[in-house]
């Protein structure tokens, strides 16, 4: 299952919501993650089962869709939320798939 | 606290063996999977392989089947990537991720802060 992400760059100012998208080849019901990589870090699960937040990850991100359409949504940007933000499908379990990632910059 | 700890950087040349490690702590290490994430500079993340501690059931992806050898010492918390013969192609970061439920469901937190691995002649 090939995973799209859109778009490559986003150029956002602090406090704006930012909207990400995410789009699988084919359906894959719910079963999405979202993860946050900072520069020189480890990416940082988020979203799970495509809207269920992560232990102590903060409400003003927030996951919707299914099928095979996808958003990550971050509320009232904060400087700590510059990053590049990866999708991934488990519905295949034996050929799990990330998106290319997107970046998410200050404009 | 759930941590990863990850061995350090390793500079090989074509050809060399090397096996990364990567140690749980703060849970019990045999109720999660541990799953491999390959990172080449500036690019995505691709899935590796996972493996049970339990009982070193272990699945593969297609890309990387027969190239790749994932193991597990659970008497240690230990789990294992190993390359028999490195190729230049092999130069990225390479994360351990512990699945975030105990269940094969595959989405991963916390993740270790990665073994980057340098292959050059």
């Known amino acids: 299952i090939v995973m799209t992400q859109s778009p490559v760059t986003l150029s956002v100012s602090p406090g704006e919501r930012a909207t990400l998208s995410c789009r699988a080849s084919q359906n894959i019901g719910k079963t999405l993650a979202w993860y946050q990589q900072k520069p020189g870090q480890a990416p940082r699960l988020l979203i799970y089962g495509a809207s269920a937040r992560a232990t102590d990850i903060p409400a003003r991100f927030s996951g919707s869709g299914s099928g095979t359409e996808f958003t990550l949504t971050i509320s009232g940007l904060q400087s700590e939320d510059f990053a590049v933000y990866h999708c991934q499908q488990y519905n295949q379990w034996l050929a799990v798939t990330f998106g290319g990632g997107t970046k998410v910059e200050m404009k | 606290e759930v941590q990863l700890l990850q061995s350090g950087a390793e500079v090989k040349k074509p050809g060399e063996s090397l096996r990364i490690s990567c140690q749980g702590s703060g849970y019990t290490f045999t109720s999660y999977w541990i799953t491999w994430v390959r990172q080449k500079p500036g690019k995505g993340l691709e899935w590796v392989g996972r493996i049970d501690p339990r009982d070193s059931y272990i699945n593969y992806s297609p890309s990387f089947q027969g190239h790749v050898t994932i193991s597990v010492d659970k008497s240690i918390n230990t789990a294992y990537l190993q390359w028999s013969s490195l190729e230049a192609s092999d130069t990225a970061m390479y994360y351990c991720?512990?699945?975030?439920?105990?269940?094969?469901?595959?989405?991963?937190?916390?993740w270790g802060q990665g073994t980057l691995v340098t292959v050059s002649s």
């Open positions: 991720a512990r699945h975030y439920e105990p269940a094969t469901i595959n989405y991963y937190g916390p």
